[in-house]
């Protein structure tokens, strides 16, 4: 089948034309020269640009937080019960599951208990992820269920888990989904992704997030019938078979959500020095520096990405370390071949900046976390202080070093939002540490696909590149919408050549 939409600006030229065949831009060029094609869409003037990629989204929580209970944007401790005892009692039987709350500025300065949360639902389990996703409240009825949890560092008997405990709370709650909720969800999202104008989301996938069983289904979902594209990563170490994994289901690396530690928020990301609001730690880096090596070394040996889930300099640090034994025993081009991945990776210095550019790494990053957190007063700065917190996610750093990066979501983290995204990355909380805005554009379109060592060698509006593109409900020329921080709703989605919903 042979596409041509017409009638388009692509960037700032009006009066364009794309011309796709078998699933590939063909041609590229003036409306009025355009070849002829079996589906003819007339763009009408309005701004066509590849689709969006998030690089970095959890599809079956984003799911169950669009169908479920999100917390996001309750305003104190009272206003989240209400929503928990609500869903409750809109959805009476099975796990009840939530996400989102933030308690940084609840008025009653604390965040949820089991008691809490068994007052408003009784004895059913219950478990309600921190907005992090690195920390939950669980009720007394799913905590019974949890065997050895007290054992397990990271709990608490108020139902405030953390580190190990929590993780194991994150399989039960989950593992407890039953198969149509679960389609319902993954549905739910990749539906959600294609109204914003997303042509391809990186599952980030792992045993602590998901299970193999829910990533092959998603997979298998996403190939049922046109839509965003899914591209799978699996993060379990080598030593406890994540390799097989990826090449059982056909995944796009062996990492993303790797957890090395957690988040600041929850005060589990891993610090070279103390929290300033909990000085009695410095968060918790999860696995030996040897086991990275040895996962290192079988991924670069296989060819397959690696990817790490980094945030404080301590996880940085410590994966870098690794990554530089394996560069010394195999060879800096056998590395670079790689394009190993860091995921959030916030706290990084010009050391670090250049060792990932020499190395041949990706910075998978989530602008949205400075736009929510990040500053002089934010969470950030209760956390680390000021001066580290304004010194976090220096985008434009890494930018101007070369090193790739690709801008994600992190959804249920933070919503899907790609234009948010991208404003976000050029407008950073700390001056001097935001994007140019084409850069920040590039980072959310082909960034995604330099991620994922997928490019196309001229880029992705290029002869030859894979045809998704997005149609957007504009007439200004890309320039000026990035000017105005323009947000334009999505008119029309193509993947692989196929029109996504009704043709405008």
């Not at 054992?151 to 405990?165: K, N």
């Not at 940085?316 to 056998?334: I, S």
């Not at 002869?463 to 200004?476: I, K, Q, S």
Request: charged residues 20%; proline residues 5%.
């Amino acid at each position: 089948m042979s596409l041509l939409v017409t009638g388009v600006t692509v960037g700032d030229r009006p009066g364009r034309a794309v011309h796709v065949v078998d699933g590939r831009i063909a041609w590229l060029g003036d409306a009025a020269d355009a070849p002829r094609a079996d589906l003819v869409v007339d763009g009408g003037g309005a701004l066509l640009t590849p689709a969006f990629v998030d690089a970095h989204v959890h599809a079956t929580a984003t799911g169950l937080a669009l169908t479920g209970l999100d917390l996001a944007g309750a305003d104190s401790l009272r206003s989240a019960l209400a929503r928990v005892a609500g869903h409750a009692t809109a959805t009476p039987t099975g796990v009840l599951l939530g996400t989102g709350w933030d308690e940084t500025a609840w008025p009653e300065g604390r965040g949820l208990t089991r008691h809490d949360l068994d007052a408003a639902v009784g004895d059913r389990p219950a478990y309600l992820a921190r907005i992090d996703v690195h920390s939950a409240t669980v009720s007394t009825a799913l905590l019974d269920r949890l065997r050895d949890v007290t054992e397990l560092p990271g709990f608490s008997a108020d139902g405030r888990l953390r580190l190990d405990a929590h993780h194991a709370a994150r399989v039960l709650a989950y593992g407890s989904v039953d198969p149509m909720q679960r389609r319902t969800a993954q549905r739910a999202t990749l539906d959600a992704a294609a109204a914003l104008g997303i042509g391809t989301v990186h599952e980030m996938a792992g045993p602590e997030v998901s299970g193999a069983d829910d990533l092959a289904g998603l997979l298998k979902l996403a190939a049922e019938q046109p839509g965003p594209r899914v591209l799978g990563y699996w993060g379990e170490l080598f030593e406890r078979g994540g390799l097989d994994v990826v090449t059982e289901l056909g995944l796009a690396g062996a990492g993303g959500d790797l957890f090395c530690d957690g988040a600041f928020g929850s005060h589990t990301a891993a610090l070279s020095s103390p929290y300033t609001d909990r000085p009695e730690t410095t968060g918790a880096l999860r696995f030996e520096t040897g086991q990275l090596v040895e996962h290192l070394r079988a991924c670069t040996l296989a060819g397959v990405q690696a990817g790490f889930h980094v945030i404080g300099d301590a996880a940085v640090a410590q994966v870098l370390t690794a990554v530089g034994a394996v560069v010394d025993e195999l060879g800096r081009d056998a590395v670079r071949a790689c394009r190993h991945r860091l995921e959030h990776v916030e706290m990084v210095d010009a050391e670090a900046i250049d060792q990932l550019r020499r190395w041949g790494m990706v910075a998978s990053v989530q602008s949205a976390f400075d736009a929510l957190w990040g500053g002089a007063e934010g969470m950030y700065a209760e956390r680390l202080g000021v001066a580290r917190a304004v010194a976090t996610n220096p985008l434009a750093d890494l930018v101007d070093a070369d090193v790739p990066v690709a801008l994600g979501s992190d959804a249920p983290v933070t919503p899907m939002d790609p234009w948010g995204g991208v404003y976000a990355a050029v407008d950073h909380t700390t001056p001097g540490s935001g994007m140019r805005p084409f850069d920040a554009f590039d980072a959310a379109t082909h960034g995604g696909w330099v991620a994922a060592r997928a490019e196309h060698p001229e880029g992705p509006l290029a002869v030859g590149a894979p045809a998704d593109l997005a149609l957007w409900a504009t007439e200004l020329t890309l320039s000026a919408v990035l000017a105005g921080r323009v947000r334009p709703a999505c008119r029309q989605l193509v993947v692989a050549g196929h029109p996504i919903g009704a043709a405008p």
